[in-house]
């Protein structure tokens, strides 16, 4: 059962455009975090958010943490072609530095193309 | 600085074989992930140490994997005997734990195994 469910699996837009990728579970997370993998290599943390409600912008990257903390989205405005990539969710459960672990979507694969 | 470091960076086997994943964690962190990605499951915990303990194996799949942490800069997964359905890429990642949930973790480039 993943706990994490992320949408679209996939997206292919042209540079330049605005896509918004979402991330959703019945389960609360103390805290969720985005990251994004590029091929042949290991996911890279993008942001971590904590708070219900909280936005954060990353140049033209906006993360929005629900106000539940069940879900997030990720709003990237003027898409370039180095945002392809794969972008993963990852909720923590736990508050507690060792107990807590890490839930990871699928993610979602974006293409952006010239 | 060196980021995680893991070894072999590909490695192909064939079904029954033993197979022995290394990963170096950055130095000074005290927290080490072993996670396994595939197209159909995405990416999964398998174990977790913290200052050299393993504290969470629930997700290590059958008694075939095994972890060992004999100290802060060396970890090891060891598949034994290895299966076609264990091929998958398998990351190492590390983090400085002490303030919770907001940890980073930090991943090494992954090793990818095939089992034929």
């Known amino acids: 059962t993943q706990l994490l469910e992320q949408s679209p699996q996939f997206l292919s837009i042209q540079e330049g455009e605005n896509l918004t990728v979402y991330c959703n579970s019945s389960?609360?997370?103390?805290?969720l975090q985005w990251y994004r993998q590029e091929p042949g290599e290991g996911p890279v943390l993008l942001v971590t958010?904590?708070?219900?409600?909280e936005v954060k912008k990353l140049k033209r990257l906006t993360f929005q943490f629900g106000d539940a903390r069940k879900d997030s989205s990720l709003h990237i405005t003027a898409a370039q072609t180095g945002d392809t990539g794969l972008y993963l969710c990852a909720g923590a459960r736990g508050f507690v530095g060792v107990r807590y672990a890490l839930n990871f979507g699928k993610g979602t694969s974006l293409l952006v193309t010239p | 600085d060196a980021g995680v470091i893991q070894s072999p960076r590909h490695e192909v086997t064939e079904m029954g074989q033993e197979v022995t994943l290394r990963c170096k964690p950055i130095?000074?962190?005290?927290?080490l992930f072993w996670y396994r990605q595939t197209m159909m499951r995405g990416l999964e915990l398998l174990i977790y140490f913290n200052n050299n303990v393993p504290i969470d194996d629930s997700g290590m799949p059958e008694d075939r994997f095994s972890a060992k942490m004999p100290n802060a800069s060396f970890s090891t997964l060891k598949i034994q005997p290895s299966e076609p359905r264990d091929s998958a890429v398998y990351f190492c990642?590390?983090?400085?734990?002490?303030?919770?949930?907001?940890?980073?973790?930090?991943f090494g480039p992954g090793t990818r195994l095939t089992v034929l």
């Open positions: 389960s609360v997370f103390s805290s």
């Open positions: 958010v904590v708070t219900g409600g």
């Open positions: 990642a590390s983090s400085l734990t002490g303030t919770g949930s907001t940890d980073t973790q930090y």
């Open positions: 130095s000074g962190h005290n927290s």
